[in-house]
């Protein structure tokens, strides 16, 4: 039977020995150890103009040496950073970017962050002498749809990279082999949209094949569909050596799994959105390694009503009431710090306009809903996330497409905004918490927001990536 307790009574604080516990099953291995050295702010929108960023990986394993460390640094993914001038002049690379950009109704691109976000790496191998030859899909096109082609991209791409980029109307093919044999050292030559196949998708041996015959290497920075094993994103690199991650991929691999399984302490996790049924796997796998969670959005009411209370009309998922009572438990056996929120604004209806009242968490009126965390929760919130030196967050506290809603998830984001301020590594992993920071134009300010939706939902839910996992292995470095 659960438990009548209120949700503010919910405060696990852990226990010296169950931290012990907890601590020893996650001893920095090997493979993280680099980073023990404090990560480089990198935050997303910055990527594009930090110079530096192209030496990232390089440096990441230079740093370890001279710390001294021994043993062998393994299971990591072999870079772009790593390949020299030499691996690269005159070198023909396959390069897998995700420039799936909005477009209006005439073709202008609404927001240039995925092409900003790939600039990096193409601007690494162009001036190592390599000629790139970039794919990308667009959209959800079936077979060859104009309104889909990869065109209006190339004016924005020449901006960034101050040269030419040159244009196929196809990704495989006769066509394209001329244009990929005329392309000079440095140059760049843009595919067409790799979905207008769609063998793309069915990760078609023979036409991973046809796209791989057209370089001599492959580089993959497309994060966003790292998740999907697509000719583009896997099948090509059965065919292509090395196959190397870009500066992208890297940095959401360095955050989401480095900074995530080896964090400064100590370590809290935000989780909201709609639905526990969605994020059951991120909540389980943060569980095993945070300090402190906090949950908030509409699955707080599906963990109220394990407890016996009256959640009013609120979101309530009745087949996960079990599963919401085990992981509370698993909270308390674990040693973490579990806080749902302690009040939340209710709403006589799903609207922008509906009357609202903040009540208890314990005293949610018959025929309201609750849509957002209350001002006492914030306030519980802030001063648990105080403690913190590392902040994942991932789904809103409520609402927050709704004036009326948005208190708790843009006091998460500005709380997060100050936080980083001080030094707190700060992940925004995905989906809607990133839609968040940027109303709040707190972006800028966070250690690392993901380009990703659902690859970064199964990076944090503990899962391999086919398009991560196909990359060359980093070389061992003896340190
Ligand atoms: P997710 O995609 O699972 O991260 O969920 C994001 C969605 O959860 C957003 O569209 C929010 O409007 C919604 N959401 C957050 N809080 C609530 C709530 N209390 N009731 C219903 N939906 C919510």
């Known amino acids: 039977m659960a438990s009548a307790a209120t949700p503010g009574s919910l405060s696990f604080l852990p226990t010296t020995s169950s931290r012990t516990t907890s601590r020893n099953r996650y001893t920095p291995s090997l493979s993280t150890a680099f980073l023990r050295t404090p990560l480089r702010r990198l935050g997303f929108s910055s990527v594009a103009i930090d110079p530096l960023l192209s030496l990232h990986v390089a440096a990441k394993t230079r740093s370890i040496q001279g710390k001294g460390v021994k043993g062998v640094v393994s299971m990591v993914k072999k870079s772009v950073g790593d390949l020299t001038a030499s691996d690269l002049k005159g070198k023909k690379v396959f390069v897998r970017a995700d420039l799936n950009v909005p477009l209006d109704d005439n073709q202008n691109i609404t927001d240039d962050t995925r092409i900003r976000a790939a600039i990096p790496t193409i601007k690494h191998l162009i001036s190592n002498g390599a000629k790139v030859i970039l794919s990308s899909h667009l959209g959800r096109p079936k077979g060859v749809t104009p309104k889909f082609s990869l065109t209006p991209l190339v004016p924005r791409i020449s901006e960034l990279l101050g040269i030419k980029v040159e244009k196929a109307d196809d990704c495989i093919g006769p066509d394209v082999e001329k244009l990929v044999a005329a392309l000079p050292e440095g140059g760049v030559l843009l595919l067409e949209n790799v979905r207008f196949y769609k063998?793309?998708?069915?990760?078609?041996?023979?036409?991973?094949?046809?796209?791989?015959?057209?370089?001599?290497?492959?580089?993959?920075?497309?994060?966003?569909?790292?998740?999907?094993?697509?000719?583009?994103?896997?099948?090509?690199?059965?065919?292509?050596?090395?196959?190397?991650?870009g500066f992208l991929l890297q940095k959401e691999l360095d955050y989401l799994v480095g900074a995530v399984s080896n964090p400064k302490r100590p370590f809290a996790a935000i989780v909201g959105g709609s639905k526990v049924s969605s994020k059951i796997g991120v909540i389980e796998s943060l569980l095993a390694k945070c300090d402190i969670l906090l949950l908030g959005g509409g699955m707080i009411f599906t963990f109220y009503k394990a407890q016996g209370l009256s959640v009013g009309s609120s979101l309530v998922e009745?087949?996960?009431?079990?599963?919401?009572?085990?992981?509370?438990?698993?909270?308390?056996?674990?040693?973490?710090?579990?806080?749902?929120?302690?009040?939340?604004?209710?709403?006589?209806?799903?609207?922008?306009?509906?009357?609202?009242?903040?009540?208890?968490?314990?005293?949610?009126?018959?025929?309201?809903?609750?849509?957002?965390?209350?001002?006492?929760?914030?306030?519980?919130?802030?001063?648990?996330?105080?403690?913190?030196?590392?902040?994942?967050?991932?789904?809103?506290?409520?609402?927050?497409?709704?004036?009326?809603?948005?208190?708790?998830?843009?006091a998460v984001a500005n709380k997060l905004a100050e936080l980083s301020g001080k030094g707190v590594t700060t992940i925004i992993g995905g989906g809607d918490s990133v839609a968040a920071v940027e109303k709040v134009g707190v972006a800028e300010l966070m250690s690392h927001i993901s380009t990703g939706g659902g690859a970064s939902l199964e990076l944090l839910e503990g899962k391999q990536l086919p398009g991560v996992l196909a990359l060359d292995e980093a070389v061992p470095v003896p340190v």
């Open 199 to 245: 063998e793309e998708e069915k990760n078609d041996p023979e036409f991973a094949q046809k796209l791989a015959s057209l370089a001599d290497l492959y580089v993959n920075d497309a994060f966003g569909t790292a998740h999907r094993a697509h000719a583009s994103t896997e099948g090509v690199t059965k065919f292509l050596k090395p196959s190397v991650a």
């Open 318 to 410: 009745e087949d996960k009431i079990e599963l919401a009572t085990s992981l509370l438990e698993k909270a308390k056996a674990l040693g973490v710090s579990l806080l749902l929120p302690t009040d939340v604004v209710v709403a006589d209806k799903f609207a922008p306009d509906a009357n609202t009242q903040i009540v208890p968490a314990s005293a949610i009126p018959d025929g309201w809903m609750g849509l957002d965390i209350g001002p006492d929760s914030i306030k519980t919130f802030n001063a648990a996330l105080d403690t913190t030196k590392t902040v994942i967050w991932n789904g809103p506290m409520g609402v927050f497409e709704f004036e009326k809603f948005a208190a708790g998830t843009e």
